[in-house]
């Protein structure tokens, strides 16, 4: 979607070293997510945020940090990255309330090897 | 909390033919609900959204759901299938107390045969 970019599109790591991710909007929604897709599983929320500075846990939040220092960008950090944390990382944007639904970037596949 | 369950990981029907992929969820209160759809290497597009007005909701590319609360589902059919539909679908809620967090089903892979 035009109003929504991740980068890199792709990411080959090894195992140990850390890894940003980054999701930039030109939409200027308050809320954005990071989601990682695996097959079986569907989308698994791993970190959201409800404003600049302000981010909360999802349900797979472990070994990943985020930063929001500006409306448009959300980043998303794996500390020291695992073979575990190999999966395909979506960001989403939406506005103000529950039933807006979501507006998806074309997503990050990473492998950490 | 609320979940969702899609009932088949895959699914395969004959083009021409009606498209039937089943979710049900759990919420404690009023869900909005929403059908998503993922084309291979691309990020998950809004199909439809339930938001309590009409239980019968027209999304995009024909398809519909419908918002049955005594059976807690909302299952997403579209009466003939496309060659272009072949996709991966997903259902997905959230709520007003759930906080600003959507839940997605583990998905259903639509596959068209000819």
């Known amino acids: 979607d035009a109003g929504i970019t991740q980068s890199p599109r792709h990411k080959v790591t090894e195992t140990g070293t850390p890894v940003t991710l980054r999701c930039h909007q030109t939409e200027n929604h308050r809320y954005m997510y990071w989601y990682r897709q695996d097959p079986g599983h569907g989308l698994r929320l791993i970190h959201y945020?409800?404003?600049?500075?302000?981010?909360d846990k999802g349900e797979v939040s472990d070994g990943y940090s985020v930063s929001r220092s500006k409306t448009e960008d959300f980043l998303l950090t794996l500390e020291s990255a695992t073979s575990s944390q190999t999966s395909v990382y979506f960001c989403?944007?939406?506005?103000?309330?529950?039933?807006?639904?979501?507006?998806f970037g074309s997503g990050t596949r990473l492998t950490v090897v | 909390a609320q979940s969702v369950t899609q009932l088949g990981s895959h699914v395969s029907v004959s083009e021409g033919a009606l498209v039937l992929l089943r979710c049900n969820y759990s919420s404690s209160v009023p869900p909005y609900l929403f059908w998503y759809v993922q084309y291979p290497n691309q990020g998950l597009q809004l199909l439809l959204k339930y938001t309590s007005a009409a239980t019968l909701v027209k999304g995009i590319n024909g398809f519909e759901a419908e918002f049955k609360k005594s059976e807690t589902s909302f299952h997403l059919t579209k009466p003939s299938a496309h060659m272009s539909d072949a996709a991966e679908y997903f259902c997905a809620v959230s709520t007003l107390t759930g906080g600003f967090k959507t839940i997605f089903g583990a998905g259903t892979r639509l596959f068209v045969k000819a």
């Open positions: 945020s409800y404003g600049v500075k302000d981010t």
């Open positions: 989403a944007i939406s506005e103000s309330r529950q039933d807006f639904g979501y507006t």
